[in-house]
């Protein structure tokens, strides 16, 4: 008889949304070996394409069914170094299972929740990545420790350079540890990973704001022979309409760096205040939407509506995310465009002015896009609105290098497959050089870009 | 860790505080600030690089102690460190040869507009620091301004020292006298920005301040420093701190002042119930 896909156990939607917990369980011993027997070992193994890092996929599922956790823990550690962030985050979905040959017929094999498994098996004694020896190659510097940046590290680290990695905030993990919140990717994970990284022998500096702390002339001239530009997508995106700086509006970002970042959750402990609002209003559709509603409620919000101007078909989360939110008892308003925010009077916000959309055509996106319906105007109750509508790209070190070549809205212009930009020796990924993705894209683009600077730099010693 | 090398108390309600940051010390320009982050638990706070010593590789800063961060940095004493600083952040202030400028400071701003005052008299300009204080006691920093400007007038609210007035009576006084500065520079506390930008709009003298909006990353990552200049929405971190007063929707900046002013007060009551003890 065929084994069904195994879930993962989760928190109470009831019980979870007072704390900030993580939410699912991860398998137990006797699950990730049943779900790891389903997998066929296929010889092609066309789930290997799907994974930006080039996990051995077979190989890590292999070992979880034998019982060899730890074997399967070093397999995943031998190409991707940070593990349990993936098995946590990565929209496997639309990656490695999408192509897994099970997905053709039924449910493909839970591969991200069996790297989740093996990723965090504590027993055994934990071999110390192994860096390339004595690291005697070039310097390298990588800029923003966030997973492209991390990424590029590690791996620069194990064919033996010398990495030093610049990070412009107080913790290393970027959108890891200001964005995705506790109850999704504890921190602790993160800083775990990012410890297994440093014991590769590359060296961490943080508060280091690259183009005002130091540039990267100065990098080049006390001997980094090249330079990664990981520094992400982190420019927040506002609408442009009335009132959108009333107090009680945030950006995501400034709500979730408060939450996460600062740990503002725990204030007074922490010295970081944020607004927790009654009725709170989130815009926008994807995950960092989702984010910000399960938090708001997490702080204690009596109703939290998402406002999304496409319907639940065009929004770009992940769909366990919206599962998610739906659970704990998010609302959701599709087909709705914010006009303005509403004063109350004292400069706070107290509502919001919204009109109906409707689908049109479909646009460059692909998606159908939303036109507003007439005489549709109407007024949602809100003393709090996260506007989730986007980031751009972070400008800062684009700014303090201008021969960069820019692309569409300020993205450095990289080579996909060396990561290469345009001044020689500096090179970008992640979304700094795509806009706005997913953490496995910028690892995968970390990945590529290491190669591309370990053929570079042999290229010129030859 | 960033080592403190020197602290000295100004006044009941201010410290300077000399600190290790080597690669800030060479590179930072009058009108940048840094972020610092005092200990595990505490907030991200912008202070001015009041000035530094790029051979010690030391910045110094001047502290007002007004709430739970700065309350904690005016605790700190030499040899102790500050777990995170970083910096120089913000564009720097414009400095060019304008002939007469006149730099206006009220409060902790005369700390911050020292190295503006300094930066705008060696660019060849004939520099007027007017510094005002609530009273003689909360002055700091007479000599260095003395020694900086080409001419210092100081104000007190109570009359305790020098004029009993308040810095926009010295700038009137001049425009009066016609010696109309060509150029006003001034940082303080709202109220005072405003009326210095309300005094000299009618002049049409260019008029730039320092807008001291609330922060977290200070790198343009959050928003949270959002003002309003000339009808548009600006990141004071990365776009200022310096704007055109006379562009400035005050209001605004007021409003968005006072966001956490319930919660910044019973973090301050936690504070000092254990007296800074209980809390690291
Ligand atoms: C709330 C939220 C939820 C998300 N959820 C998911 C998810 O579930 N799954 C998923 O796959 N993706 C998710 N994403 C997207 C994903 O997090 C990003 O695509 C990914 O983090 C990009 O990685 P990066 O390394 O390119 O940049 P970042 O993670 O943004 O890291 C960049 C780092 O560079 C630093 N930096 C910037 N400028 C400088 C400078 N000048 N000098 C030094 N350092 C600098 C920054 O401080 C930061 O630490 C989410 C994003 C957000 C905001
Ligand atoms: C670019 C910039 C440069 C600055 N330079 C200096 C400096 O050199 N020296 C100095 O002492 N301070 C400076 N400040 C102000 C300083 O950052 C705040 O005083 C500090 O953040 C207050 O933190 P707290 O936790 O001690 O007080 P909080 O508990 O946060 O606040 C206590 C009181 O101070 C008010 N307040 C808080 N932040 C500000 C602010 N940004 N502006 C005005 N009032 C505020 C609050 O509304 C409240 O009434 C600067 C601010 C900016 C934006
Ligand atoms: S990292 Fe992502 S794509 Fe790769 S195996 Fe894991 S879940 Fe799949
Ligand atoms: S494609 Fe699916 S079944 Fe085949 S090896 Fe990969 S995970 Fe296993
Ligand atoms: S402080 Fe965050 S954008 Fe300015």
Redesign the pocket.
């Known amino acids: 008889m065929k084994t069904p896909r195994q879930k993962m156990a989760e928190q109470d939607p009831q019980e979870r949304i007072a704390n900030f917990d993580e939410v699912p369980y991860g398998y137990t011993p006797e699950q990730a070996q049943a779900e790891a027997a389903r997998c066929l070992q296929c010889q092609k193994a066309p789930c290997r394409a799907g994974c930006p890092v080039e996990i051995d996929i077979p190989a890590f599922i292999l070992a979880i069914r034998e019982g060899d956790f730890a074997a399967a823990r070093e397999k995943l550690l031998e190409t991707n170094s940070l593990p349990a962030v993936c098995g946590r985050?990565?929209?496997q979905e639309d990656q490695c299972e999408k192509v897994c040959v099970l997905a053709k017929k039924g449910d493909p094999v839970a591969i991200g929740t069996l790297e989740r498994f093996a990723a965090d098996w504590k027993d055994g004694e934990e071999a110390d990545p192994e860096a390339g020896s004595a690291p005697e190659k070039a310097k390298v510097a990588v800029?923003?420790?966030?997973?492209?940046?991390l990424t590029a590290a590690a791996d620069l680290a194990r064919m033996g350079y010398r990495v030093t990695i610049?990070?412009?905030?107080h913790r290393p993990?970027?959108?890891?540890v200001y964005?995705?919140p506790e109850f999704r990717l504890p921190k602790a994970i993160v800083f775990e990973e990012v410890e297994k990284v440093k014991k590769m022998g590359v060296e961490l500096e943080l508060n280091?704001?690259?183009?005002a702390t130091l540039s990267v002339e100065e990098l080049f001239d006390s001997g980094f022979e090249a330079v990664f530009v990981?520094?992400?997508?982190?420019l927040p995106r506002f609408m442009g309409i009335p009132g959108e700086n009333l107090n009680g509006v945030y950006s995501?970002n400034e709500y979730?760096t408060r939450v996460n970042l600062m740990k503002a959750f725990r204030f007074p402990e922490y010295d970081t205040p944020v607004i927790r609002g009654e009725k709170v209003c989130v815009i926008g559709g994807g995950?960092?939407a989702m984010?910000s509603a399960r938090t708001a409620l997490r702080l204690g919000a009596e109703e939290v509506t998402i406002v999304y101007r496409r319907s639940r078909a065009e929004a770009p989360a992940?769909v366990e995310e919206v599962h998610h939110a739906e659970q704990e008892g998010v609302i959701f308003k599709f087909l709705t465009l914010p006009l303005k925010y509403l004063d109350d009077g004292n400069g706070w916000i107290r509502g919001m002015e919204c009109q109906g959309m409707e689908l049109g055509e479909p646009d460059d996106s692909g998606r159908r896009r939303p036109v507003p319906v007439p005489g549709t105007e109407f007024t949602i109750d809100c003393d709090l609105a996260v506007v989730a509508i986007g980031?751009d790209p972070?400008p800062?070190?684009p700014r303090a290098l201008p021969e960069l070549e820019l692309g569409w809205k300020g993205t450095i212009v990289a080579d996909p497959e060396t990561g290469a930009a345009s001044v020689p020796g500096v090179f970008a990924g992640?979304?700094?050089a795509t806009g706005?993705?997913?953490?496995?894209e910028?690892m995968g683009a970390g990945k590529k870009a290491a190669r591309g600077i370990d053929r570079y730099l042999s290229a010129r010693k030859s | 860790m960033y080592r403190i090398v020197e602290q000295e108390r100004l006044t009941p309600e201010a410290v300077r505080l000399r600190i290790e940051a080597p690669r800030i010390a060479r590179r930072r320009q009058a009108g940048q600030f840094v972020v610092i982050r005092v200990d595990e638990k505490g907030e991200r706070i912008p202070l001015t690089i009041v000035g530094s010593d790029p051979e010690a590789g030391t910045i110094t800063l001047v502290v007002q102690e007004v709430g739970t961060s700065t309350r904690k940095l005016g605790r700190l004493r030499a040899g102790e460190a500050i777990l995170d600083l970083t910096g120089p952040l913000g564009r720097p202030t414009e400095v060019k040869k304008w002939g007469r400028v006149a730099c206006l400071a009220g409060g902790i701003g005369t700390a911050e507009v020292l190295p503006v005052v300094e930066a705008v008299r060696a660019a060849g300009n004939t520099t007027l620091a007017i510094v005002g204080a609530r009273t003689r006691e909360l002055l700091i920093l007479e000599d260095e301004m003395r020694a900086a400007a080409d001419g210092l007038y100081i104000t007190t609210d109570d009359g305790s020292y020098g004029r009993h007035g308040v810095v926009t009576d010295v700038l009137l006084d001049l425009i009066n006298d016609g010696a109309v500065p060509d150029r006003v520079y001034a940082i303080g506390p709202v109220p005072m920005m405003k009326a210095v930008a309300d005094l000299t709009r009618p002049y049409g003298i260019p008029t730039e301040i320092s807008l001291n909006a609330l922060m977290v990353d200070g790198t343009g990552m959050c928003g949270c420093c959002r003002v309003t200049v000339g009808g548009e929405t600006k990141f004071t971190c990365v776009d200022g701190p310096d704007f055109d007063a006379h562009q400035v929707d005050f209001d605004e900046l007021v409003q968005r002042q006072k966001i956490y002013l319930g919660q910044e007060k019973r973090s301050l009551e936690e504070y000092e119930k254990c007296a800074g003890g209980c809390r690291r």
């Open positions: 985050v990565c929209p800029i923003g420790a966030g997973p492209a940046g610049f990070e412009a905030l993990g970027g959108v890891l964005g995705i280091q704001v690259v183009g990981g520094t992400g997508a982190g995501a979730l995950n960092v984010d992940r980031n972070n800062l070190l992640g979304d700094i706005a993705a997913t953490v496995i910028a």
